[in-house]
């Protein structure tokens, strides 16, 4: 079964900190993977997805097959980072997105 | 920049009761999706929807939902007979090539 599994559900840092937040997937083929965010009150925001391989906003995130793995990093976190992150992953043949929990991220001054 | 928009922003109503949310697509845009979030728990998929029909649905998606797209700009999610766990934030979302899909800001449906 395809699924997304971001293990943690809280992440605080101080500002300037290195963030990563982790997202796992299962699936047996080659998966699209997806970070979306959302800042408090506004909509979910496609943040980046793995085959553009581009960096938005000082984050970048690497698709590991071998680990199953498309954590977000970012050398250093702002206080507008702070937002609900979720990673998802769009199966082969299918348009249908699988979201992860969710990881809030807090960024303190 | 162009943004998926959705109504109302929040809806009340009986449990048995009939709603509709709406939702306007960016204008290019071909593919729709609806999806939903219960409070606390993940973003769920239920319907996409290409070229005036189904196109996937998932097992939250049953006979008490319907979507259309009745004037060809809105596309409307109904649930016929509303249950109280049908309680959840919905967004719906298009894209204009089935890859990256825009999410509106959600209609927060709250069943008594």
């Known amino acids: 079964a395809q699924r997304v599994t971001q293990p943690e559900k809280l992440l605080s840092v101080f500002k300037g900190a290195p963030v990563e937040l982790k997202c796992n997937y299962s699936?047996?083929?080659?998966?699209?993977l997806f970070w979306y965010v959302q800042y408090s009150r506004q909509r979910l925001q496609l943040l980046l997805r793995?085959?553009s391989r581009e960096s938005i906003k000082g984050f970048t995130a690497d698709l590991n097959k071998g680990e199953t793995s498309f954590h977000l990093k970012k050398p250093f976190a702002q206080e507008e980072d702070s937002a609900m992150y979720y990673c998802?992953?769009?199966?082969?043949?299918?348009?249908?997105?699988?979201f992860g929990t969710g990881t809030r991220l807090q960024v303190f001054p | 920049e162009p943004e998926v928009t959705q109504t109302p922003s929040h809806q009340v109503t009986q449990m048995g009761q009939e709603v509709i949310l709406r939702c306007v697509p960016i204008?290019?845009?071909?593919?729709f999706y609806w999806y939903r979030q219960i409070l606390g728990q993940k973003v769920e998929f239920l319907v996409s929807?290409?070229?005036?029909?189904?196109?996937?649905k998932s097992e939250i998606f049953d006979d008490q939902f319907s979507v259309e797209r009745p004037d060809g700009s809105n596309f409307t999610l109904k649930i016929r007979s509303t249950k109280l766990e049908d309680s959840a934030m919905y967004f719906c979302?298009?894209?204009?090539?089935?890859?990256?899909?825009?999410f509106g800001p959600g209609t927060r449906l709250l069943v008594l």
């Open positions: 929807f290409y070229n005036n029909e189904i196109s996937e």
């Open positions: 699936y047996s083929g080659s998966p699209e």
């Open positions: 998802a992953l769009n199966a082969y043949n299918t348009d249908k997105l699988i």
């Open positions: 979302a298009t894209s204009a090539s089935s890859e990256t899909q825009y």
């Open positions: 204008s290019n845009h071909l593919y």
């Open positions: 793995h085959i």
